[in-house]
Each structure stands twice: as C-alpha cells, then as structure tokens.
C-alpha cells in the first residue's frame, strides 16, 4: 500500500511557474514508476508526465512538452513536477500516482496502469 499527497499547488499568473510535490509513503517508493495527471472541471482526468522507477526515464503530454519536467528523490520518496511558462488552460487539479511493475525504464500514460492516487492540489493560472 502507497500513500501519496501532493502540495505546491496555487494561484500564479500566466508566465509563471509552480513546483508540484508528492511525497509517498512506504518502504518500497522506489520500485513505483509515478505519473502526474490533471483534470479541470468537467474534463477527463488527462496524462500530463511520467517517470520511470529509477528516474532513467520520463514522459510528457504534447501539451506539457519543454515547459514541465518531472522527477523524483526516491532517498525522500517524493516525485516532483516543476511547471514552468504556466498559461491558463494549465487549470486544473493535479494528481500524482504509482504504478507497480515494470522495467527501470518503463513509465505509464494512461490511468489505468496506476494503482495509487493522491487526493490532487489545485493549480489556478490567471490571464
């Protein structure tokens, strides 16, 4: 069993940047490959980044692509998710997650491959 909860999120203008934190609980964080998802209000909750187990791998959404990059500091058993250029239709809450299984490469999109979820933190970029 993981837990996650995320923190970081906030209010910031278009332009700026937030840093997203989860911090996980348990022994075996390492062994998690994690994702970040967002979902605004009324949308589906969309992939936005991915990292692998050992931090040897990463994904991103299109829409992310150059302006966030995922990580993580399994010594903390915390990912991070630094957003940066922040532009409205980032809005949304933010959830992390953990999947297990896979390579030391393997990372997941879709959320169905996530076996735990934080409870999200709320990102508001104003125009």
């Known amino acids: 069993q993981v837990r996650l909860v995320e923190s970081g999120g906030g209010l910031v203008q278009a332009g700026g940047s937030l840093r997203l934190s989860c911090a996980a609980s348990g022994r075996t964080f390492s062994s998690y490959a994690m994702g970040w998802f967002r979902q605004a209000p009324g949308k589906e909750r969309d992939f936005v980044a991915a990292?692998?187990?050992?931090?040897?791998?990463?994904d991103y959404a299109d829409s992310v692509k150059g302006r966030f990059t995922v990580s993580r500091d399994n010594a903390k058993n915390t990912v991070y998710l630094q957003m940066n250029s922040l532009k409205p239709e980032d809005t949304a809450v933010y959830y992390c997650?953990?999947?297990?299984?896979?390579?030391?490469?393997?990372?997941?999109?879709?959320?169905?491959?996530?076996?735990?979820w934080g409870q999200g933190t709320q990102v508001t970029v104003s125009s």
């Open positions: 997650a953990a999947a297990r299984g896979g390579s030391s490469v393997t990372t997941y999109y879709t959320r169905l491959s996530y076996d735990f």
């Open positions: 990292i692998s187990w050992s931090g040897g791998n990463t």
